[in-house]
């Protein structure tokens, strides 16, 4: 199988483990790594960021295609081609209008920046140990963090 062919059938194959995640007919095991699979396909944010060279797409191009291997080989043969077949026709009329499946991911991403705000601007958390006795805001602490790294890839 060539890379191209390849390609072409992880197209199909994220659809299908869409649709696998949503019967009943398989494992358990097999719905959670397609949930995992589904979630990382469609995350707005990599893990690795793109704008790192040469890593920055090695969720694109070398873990989201291991994903899928994975989480096929725990689904049954005849019940995942059953749904590759479903996976072919949902793309014949255009892509689906059911947006409102993107609302989980939009909102785990929602919390977790609201987290990541609300612990930046809290005061009450204690950070001392981390910075030996600093008596500095905790924004002040970011600037020279940022600042010290910027003068070292100077």
Same mark, same amino acid.
């Given at each position: 199988?060539?890379l191209?062919?390849?390609?072409?059938?992880?197209k199909t194959?994220?659809?299908a483990?869409?649709i696998?995640l949503k019967?009943?007919?398989p494992?358990?095991?097999?719905?959670i790594?397609?949930?995992?699979t589904? /979630?990382?396909?469609?995350?707005?944010?990599?893990?690795?960021?793109?704008?790192?060279? =040469?890593l920055?797409y @090695? #969720? &694109?191009?070398i873990?989201l295609?291991l994903?899928?291997?994975l989480?096929?080989?725990?689904?049954?043969t005849?019940?995942?081609?059953?749904h590759?077949?479903?996976?072919?026709?949902?793309w014949?009329d255009?892509?689906?209008?059911?947006?409102?499946y /993107?609302?989980?991911i939009?909102?785990?991403?929602?919390?977790?920046?609201?987290?990541? =705000?609300?612990?930046? @601007? #809290? &005061?009450?958390?204690?950070?001392?140990?981390?910075?030996q006795?600093?008596t500095?805001?905790?924004?002040?602490?970011s600037?020279?963090?940022y600042?010290?790294?910027?003068?070292?890839?100077?």
């Amino acid at each position: 199988m060539t890379l191209k062919t390849r390609a072409k059938q992880l197209k199909t194959d994220i659809p299908a483990l869409f649709i696998a995640l949503k019967d009943k007919e398989p494992p358990l095991l097999a719905k959670i790594f397609a949930g995992l699979t589904v /979630a990382c396909a469609l995350s707005p944010v990599d893990l690795v960021s793109d704008f790192i060279p =040469v890593l920055g797409y @090695l #969720d &694109d191009v070398i873990l989201l295609p291991l994903l899928v291997v994975l989480t096929i080989r725990f689904i049954p043969t005849e019940i995942l081609e059953k749904h590759r077949k479903a996976a072919q026709d949902l793309w014949k009329d255009g892509k689906p209008k059911k947006w409102y499946y /993107a609302l989980p991911i939009i909102l785990f991403w929602a919390i977790l920046v609201l987290l990541i =705000v609300k612990w930046w @601007l #809290d &005061d009450e958390i204690d950070l001392k140990p981390l910075y030996q006795g600093h008596t500095k805001s905790k924004i002040q602490r970011s600037l020279a963090f940022y600042n010290s790294c910027y003068q070292s890839f100077r």
